[in-house]
């Protein structure tokens, strides 16, 4: 027979909203605001010191957009040789 822990977190009876995190417990990535990206950003860059060079081909999509988003909101970190569209 198996034993089952009493003690555990259950994260299932808090219900999230819409897609926003709001609700979760401490969601790992919030997402759909301006401060839900600081906060993920700096709990990722927390302690960094490196400075990446990065190129980007394709600055009009979705992910090369989102990508100029963190390279602005982390200029210590990132800086852009090279942008295409």
Do not use: M
């Amino acid at each position: 027979s198996t034993k089952q822990s009493t003690s555990s977190l259950n994260v299932f009876s808090v219900s999230g909203s819409a897609g926003t995190g709001e609700g979760w417990i401490d969601p790992s990535a919030p997402v759909n605001s301006a401060a839900s990206l600081q906060k993920t950003l700096d709990e990722a860059l927390k302690g960094s010191t490196f400075k990446k060079r990065i190129s980007i081909l394709g600055s009009t999509g979705s992910i090369g957009t989102q990508t100029l988003d963190i390279v602005d909101a982390c200029p210590d970190n990132f800086v852009v040789d090279a942008l295409s569209a």
